[in-house]
């Protein structure tokens, strides 16, 4: 069973393989922005929906994504199977960060493995985990983020971009990961670097030192209409390349200033105002106007006594 299930799979990569590689230039372009359009509208406006109800986020899962963006934009397919696999079939790493409504600031997050790690690995004849990286034919970096306007000029829009690091070539990717490996203690392992959420540059930060990835970004796409009732529109801003391989560009080294260099840029969050609509669709035997009065008027009430209670004169009761 075991002989067939890897005959399967080797049969399943190298048909994919031949079939992303066949893919000319613009039809790269047309699968990546119906990609986009699939999960940044369809998806994400289901989550919408129940959102309006459970409250919980409507954040998308945008790891299985990118290795999705990966693919196309590589040529390179992945395994066929849901594990913990190489991310790509040919054992390139794809790293994932996102933010499309929160305000949080999300990372990407390299599992290194403790200085403990690499003693039991090599008594079991293994390499180390962060050679995994270091000899990756390519580290793909995607982030999908939002702009961020100029107070009154307009609506923020759906970002993608993403990176693509030869660690062979990249000297300051590899000097920078190998100083955290040289550097690490007992208990650290996540190597982690701070893309540019909000901002307009390529710059990525880590306390060892940050990045200009603006040399190695192989893409960059703009999206709006992505609203219930809206056109879904994309802008390329940079197309993908005819071909992401062998990788041109380097990523420039520069000195970390200090968080307060890099503040965070995304300081509102997005989708707090409750779809009544989606709620009226989906309970439709509750009155949900009568509902949201309620609550409208408890609110007021428990705002305007803490109000009052804060102009109150020290001292009286």
Avoid at 26 to 51: G, N, P, Y
Avoid at 200 to 228: C, Q, S
Avoid at 301 to 311: G, I, Y
Wanted: glycine share 6%.
């Amino acid at each position: 069973m075991r002989e067939e299930i890897e005959r399967l799979l080797r049969k399943g990569i190298d048909l994919r393989r031949r079939i992303l590689t066949s893919l000319d230039h613009a039809e790269r372009v047309r699968l990546l922005s119906k990609l986009f359009e699939d999960f940044f509208v369809t998806q994400r406006s289901t989550l919408l929906k129940w959102a309006a109800l459970t409250g919980q986020s409507a954040q998308i899962d945008t790891g299985y994504i990118a290795q999705h963006v990966a693919s196309i934009v590589l040529a390179e397919p992945g395994q066929g199977f849901k594990g913990k696999g190489v991310d790509l079939a040919d054992g390139s790493e794809v790293k994932s960060a996102a933010i499309l409504s929160g305000i949080d600031r999300p990372r990407w997050n390299h599992n290194l493995g403790k200085p403990a790690d690499d003693v039991t690995r090599k008594e079991k004849s293994l390499e180390p985990a962060w050679m995994a990286y270091l000899t990756a034919p390519v580290v793909f970096y995607l982030l999908f983020d939002r702009t961020t306007p100029t107070e009154g000029e307009g609506d923020f829009a759906l970002r993608v971009r993403a990176w693509c690091v030869d660690p062979a070539v990249d000297s300051a990717w590899h000097k920078l990961v190998t100083r955290f490996i040289d550097n690490r203690t007992a208990t650290q392992y996540n190597f982690q670097l701070h893309p540019p959420v909000g901002y307009d540059d390529d710059i990525v930060v880590n306390t060892l030192g940050n990045l200009d990835m603006k040399g190695v970004k192989v893409l960059e796409a703009r999206m709006t209409g992505f609203r219930k009732g809206e056109t879904f529109e994309i802008e390329w801003v940079q197309e993908p390349p005819d071909r992401a391989r062998p990788v041109s560009g380097r990523c420039v080294a520069l000195r970390y200033g200090g968080r307060g260099d890099r503040p965070s840029r995304l300081t509102l969050p997005v989708e707090l105002e409750t779809d009544l609509d989606e709620l009226r669709a989906l309970i439709p035997n509750v009155d949900v106007e009568a509902l949201t009065q309620a609550v409208d008027a408890d609110v007021s009430a428990v705002v305007e006594e803490e109000r009052t209670l804060d102009e109150e004169p020290e001292g009286e009761a």
